[in-house]
């Protein structure tokens, strides 16, 4: 494999860093026939890990492939991502998770991580054989895109998280309370454009239900993307009491609100959905004083036959992995809430050490496996859908100008991405 021997770059700290990729591992000094790559102006930072990632294979390869998903994860800086569990089959068995294992090592543009269904064919009722599956090394547990209403079962899935240690990753949506053709905000935008309410409490009732639970049980709850005021204090609270729970933010709520609904493009249903200013503003400041304690994308790829008929038919989700990094950025960064050591934390360090993975946040050491994103931190672009690597286009950021951070990335010492190719 290639050598490769990095100059100029700086650390998130902003010290000087020479970096040389000896086969494969960072090392302290340049291997035989090293590629040089000038780095002048750049930063080197641990390569990025995203826990909520929906890649889509088996079953809905019109929309992304493992090997689709994950080049376009490399694009956006990633060196391993957890593929979510509602494809077709669901992964709900050790064999399936060791499919979706084996088409992510196949692809070889990131470590791919097989997340499990908590309950079989994400149906609800009867849980997958999550005890099996830790054994076999699956970390998350999660029927996202649906939640766990029945709280005896999510009690039962938060016991076995406590006895294998695993995380327990919830969509909290009580799905009664915002019924199934809930498509925007309730707070904002949804009676005035004519779309079908999503009330701000259908997500913190089941989150405060579901704190109580990991209190009960000792388990490991993980509230995937949050969105509102209330959701933000309700994790805050449980964090203070001690109880073992950790919170997600997207890019996407972080960055868009549901003002961009005017348009009626349903690009922008997302569930849940985009929020108004005072949700966004509370969700920055909790992701900056840690009661969220990381980013994940939720990238939800979509054929476009997904998002016709209106926003009552059309499917919820959008792209994310690619402008994840630029998102954080814009939001956290440039306004001055966040420093380029805050991004490597809740965008690569918490999310490895939550999860346990080998060889991810790291900290760009001699004899670590050369896992790292070079970033230009000050670069914009307008961004054009077309040119995404994703097989989808429902791209929310098409046409806006954003940063464009993204210069090369290297996994397991490999370059997966670069600019400059
Ligand atoms: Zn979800």
């Not at 100029?8 to 990729?21: E, N, Q, V």
């Not at 929309?63 to 694009?75: D, H, K, L, M």
């Not at 701000?200 to 639970?213: F, K």
């Not at 929020?275 to 994940?296: F, P, Q």
Request: glycine fraction near 10%; charge should be negative.
């Amino acid at each position: 494999m290639t050598n490769y021997s990095i100059k100029g770059a700086r650390s998130a700290s902003g010290t000087p860093i020479d970096l040389h990729i000896v086969d494969g591992r960072l090392a302290a000094q340049s291997g035989a026939g090293a590629e040089v790559i000038e780095a002048d102006g750049l930063l080197a930072l641990p390569g990025l890990v995203d826990i909520h990632t929906h890649l889509r294979e088996p079953g809905f390869e019109a929309s992304e492939t493992v090997a689709s998903g994950t080049a376009c994860a490399a694009r956006g800086g990633f060196t391993a991502v957890f593929a979510m569990a509602n494809t077709n089959p669901v992964t709900d068995s050790v064999e399936r998770a060791a499919y979706v294992a084996e088409l992510g090592r196949a692809a070889g543009n990131t470590d791919v991580f097989p997340i499990g269904s908590i309950t079989i064919g994400l149906g609800g009722e009867q849980l997958s054989p999550i005890a099996e599956m830790a054994a076999a090394g699956v970390r998350i547990f999660s029927d996202d895109g649906k939640c766990v209403m029945n709280s005896a079962l999510m009690r039962q899935a938060l016991q076995l998280s406590a006895d294998n240690n695993v995380i327990i990753a919830q969509h909290s949506q009580d799905h009664v309370l915002a019924g199934p053709d809930a498509a925007a905000d309730e707070r904002t935008v949804a009676a005035e454009l004519g779309i079908t309410g999503w009330p701000w409490a259908a997500e913190s009732i089941m989150i405060a239900r579901d704190v109580q639970l990991a209190e009960l049980t000792g388990g490991r709850l993980h509230s995937c993307h949050v969105t509102t005021a209330e959701s933000v204090d309700v994790v805050r609270w449980a964090k203070a009491r001690g109880i073992r729970v950790t919170a997600e933010a997207t890019p996407h709520h972080l960055l868009l609100d549901s003002e961009l609904l005017r348009a009626k493009d349903t690009t922008f249903k997302v569930n849940p959905p985009l929020r108004g200013a005072e949700d966004i503003e509370a969700l920055r400041a909790g992701l900056a004083d840690g009661t969220i304690d990381l980013v994940g994308t939720d990238h939800a790829p979509h054929d476009p036959a997904s998002k016709q008929g209106g926003f009552a038919q059309a499917k919820p989700g959008m792209l994310g992995l690619e402008q994840a990094l630029a998102s954080v950025i814009e939001t956290m960064v440039n306004t001055g809430r966040m420093d380029w050591a805050d991004v490597v934390r809740v965008m690569s360090t918490t999310p490895a050490r939550l999860t346990d993975i080998p060889d991810q946040g790291g900290m760009l050491r001699v004899g670590e496996v050369a896992n790292l994103v070079l970033i230009d931190p000050t670069r914009r672009a307008v961004v054009d859908r077309e040119k995404s690597l994703s097989k989808a286009r429902n791209n929310p950021y098409h046409g806006m100008e954003l940063p464009d951070p993204i210069e090369m990335t290297f996994y397991s010492g490999r370059l997966t991405y670069s600019r400059r190719a």
